[in-house]
């Protein structure tokens, strides 16, 4: 299949989600191309069901099935043996096949008959430890996990390391073979590997260290200091986990092809990419994934307006108001963000909103002095802005702060 008529994700039709029934998520994407899909709503509103839904049916369709006809299957099943002490699996069942509907830009067949696209999924709870190594292994083992009947996301991060291990080892054969190919082909792997950890730490002196005699792998900071896969801190990691997935998964790919330029098409689940991330990382993650991975069609649940307002061709949609946000929203100011979409009130805090009821309470009571002890009292939290939105009520209540 070429990339090119790849069946990307047009639409999500959720007939349940537990909290809400009968939506319709269209990214209007022509056939050829897609827009990431980033769910968005409040707790409880049917994100993490929406992706362990389409989880399931891609799982599915990997497996070569067609999820209607097992939606049929378990309904002919259950009005047939209404009594069954089965029948609440089967309800369960048929739960995971009928809740949603999933709309492609090409036949969902195309997905049945090839089943070599990339899937993945990160659940919101994620942080994997890295296995040791002690051996080289065969690459079968691995290739075997892509096309898995469960998710094997944790499988593929708890074996990065050994991934890497068995790299630098085939990589000695190759020179001792002088096969050119795949030596260049190792040494681009762990160059974009690198290049990719030197961008997420902002750190241009990064560089990945190998210790042969006990296989293991150090990223050397540029300020000297060395840390293990399993030394990261708990940001970094949840962000390394998801590239090291990827890379592992694409790099299987490619050499299966043959073609190490290739970029596979697929799609990738992440529940709640802003986990133990700073903000500025925030912004980032979708980004980077779509970078590196131009050809994957990310859905993704989550509550960051950051994470939301990071990508152009997303379609944003709130469950909670069951509205599509707005393109202009994703382009928006963070205030306007938090405003327009996310339902507060101002672009002040809460405790920012308090001073300012108590200014509003003075003025009103014509109480000057209650009105400077407000201010003395806060004056160590009076923003420049939190300053200025005081001056201007006080101007428009005629009583200016000099009077
Ligand atoms: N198997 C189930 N049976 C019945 N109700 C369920 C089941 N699984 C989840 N729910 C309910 O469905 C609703 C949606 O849950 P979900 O986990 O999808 O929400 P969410 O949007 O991901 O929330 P959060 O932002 O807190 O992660 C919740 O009210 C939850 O209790
Ligand atoms: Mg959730």
Redesign the pocket.
Known sequence: MKNSEFPYISSLIIND???YQGLRIDTHAPKGEFRHII?T????????????RVEHLLIHLKQGGLPNNQAVYFKELIKSNPKHPQIQDWV?EL?KFDAINIQYTYKEELLQANKDFLFSFFK?SRKVVVKNVDTVTKQDNFTNQLSQSQNSTEFFIANFKQYLVNKKVYQAFAQLGGRQEEIQENERFFENFTQTLRDIFHDQKLVLEFEQANFEFFLRLGDGRRITFNELSDGFSAFLNILMDLFMRVDLIRKEKYDFAYNPAGFVLI??PETHLHISMQYEVLPIIARLFPNLQMIV?T?SPAVISSLKNAVVYD?SSQKQVADWLVGSSYSELMIRHFGLENEFSPVADRILEEVNNAIKAKDTAKLQQVFIENEQYLTPSLRLEIESQLIELQAPLSA
């Open positions: 989600c537990y909290a769910l709503g409040k707790n409880g509103s049917g994100k993490t069901t929406i992706l362990n369960r739960h919101a529940d709640e649940a509550h469950l």
